[in-house]
């Protein structure tokens, strides 16, 4: 098992990460390709999905294409959930970044096109939400508003 560092939010960051809303405005649906994990990481899966919020960060539920119980999504341009991933190569670098919010460990990777991903560490599934460029002002607010389901649904522990 390998770990990697984490970055503590401070109170006054996190203070302003609760305060920060957002807005939707809808037509295009977004797409999430679908991962397919064994049966018993699903079936976790399935239970985030019951578990998941109807608003993330002031954003209303809005799911991907394919519609399916292992991927949501909130607001255009969504906030993408994906429940059930491989697990990243990057958790085995002892340098990467993480976060740990509402005691629901990430691994946080920013991509080139200024959007962030972010993976549940140390649970029984990796569950991985994409925070697209435009709403990455926010911080890791959507986070917050995931944290109580995930801790619900989705045991600590070492995914296999």
Partial sequence: ?????HR????PVLALLLTATGCSSSGDSATAAVPSPG???TKLCRNLDRALPRTVDGLSREDPRPASALTAGWG???IIL???VPRP?????????GVEVDDVGWLLQKQGDGSFRFT???RLAYVEVTIP???SAHGVAPLVSLAPAIKRAIPEGVAD
């Fill in 1 to 5: 098992m390998s770990s990697f560092r």
């Fill in 8 to 11: 503590l939010l401070g109170l």
């Fill in 39 to 41: 049966t018993a990481v």
């Fill in 76 to 78: 255009s341009p969504a």
């Fill in 82 to 84: 994906r429940c059930g």
């Fill in 89 to 97: 190569a990057a958790m085995d670098d002892p340098d990467a970044d």
């Fill in 120 to 122: 549940t560490a140390l």
């Fill in 133 to 135: 460029a435009g709403r």
